[in-house]
């Protein structure tokens, strides 16, 4: 991630840097000394950037101000695009690491000895990450399975099917819940580069356009179109690369996640199974 940020702030860079006009090439001297080597001119000045300033040239805000309307809404559009999805991925990685947290902590509370009752009482009250939702959406079904007083053992394949269909549905609502906006970083990393490179074609054309109405193609004229062009490919890029990075990152992180939910929900059902099964005899 770091290479990447260092290759866009490069580019960046790149652009704010001034173009420096060239000079044509002085004539060379026709007088030479005695020795054979030519002589150095007298009176001659080297104006070489002597009225050029450091910075005369396209950087970022002045590029964004000359730039056509149409290329101001691209540009506007694709830095929107990237503070957003920027919120998104922030967002994100907070609450992955939180729910990380709590699941050690919730498992190693489970795994501590104390009875269903003593981790229903615990956990009842705080259900707030995935693992104690499959655990308590669990338990609550067990403990209707005998509000009507002993469970007979024809009714016990039923009781196990409902556990089972509880923890399934709970997981699948915390999964939905932790994918919730994915599908917007991926349609910025999709599309980005696309609405960019309507930008750079956009730009070009006015270049383009430039050169026709003037009947010039020196640098001066072209170069403001070709820098707009290019800025609104650098701000695709810049909205694109990291949206991608981060979705594939989130998708793998979140499926390890439901993994562990699924495991922990096998476990308990067997946990569950065997004491049902205790409970009839």
């Given at each position: ?108 509370v489970f795994w ?45 394949p039923g009781v ?32 980005a580069p696309f ?87």
């Amino acid at each position: 991630m770091s290479r990447i940020v260092a290759v866009l702030a490069a580019l960046f860079l790149s652009l704010a840097v001034p173009a420096f006009a060239q000079q044509p090439p002085s004539a060379a001297p026709t007088e030479q000394v005695e020795t054979g080597t030519m002589a150095a001119p007298e009176g001659v000045i080297d104006a070489s950037g002597a009225d050029t300033p450091f910075g005369a040239g396209l950087p970022i805000l002045e590029t964004f101000l000359r730039a056509d309307i149409v290329v101001k809404a691209v540009m506007i559009a694709l830095v929107l695009a990237s503070l957003w999805s920027w919120a998104i991925i922030f967002n994100k990685l907070f609450l992955l690491s939180g729910l990380k947290s709590k699941a050690k902590k919730f498992e190693k509370v489970f795994w501590s000895g104390q009875s269903l009752d003593e981790l229903y009482q615990q956990f009842g009250a705080s259900n707030d990450h995935p693992l104690s939702a499959v655990f308590i959406a669990a338990l609550r079904e067990w403990r209707r399975a005998f509000e009507g007083g002993n469970l007979r053992e024809t009714l016990l394949p039923g009781v196990k099917e409902r556990i089972e269909k509880a923890m399934n549905v709970t997981i699948l609502r915390e999964t939905d819940g932790l994918e919730r906006q994915l599908g917007q970083l991926a349609t910025i990393g999709a599309i980005a580069p696309f609405v960019g490179l309507f930008g750079t074609v956009w730009g070009i054309m006015n270049s383009f356009t430039a050169i026709a109405a003037r009947h010039d193609t020196t640098l001066a004229t072209v170069a403001p179109g070709i820098a707009e062009a290019l800025f609104a490919t650098a701000l695709g890029l810049f909205a694109a690369i990291p949206a991608v990075i981060f979705y594939n990152r989130f998708v793998a992180e979140i499926g390890r996640y439901t993994n562990q939910l699924d495991a922990f929900a096998e476990e308990f059902s067997a946990i569950l199974s065997r004491q049902l099964d205790e409970k009839v005899r």
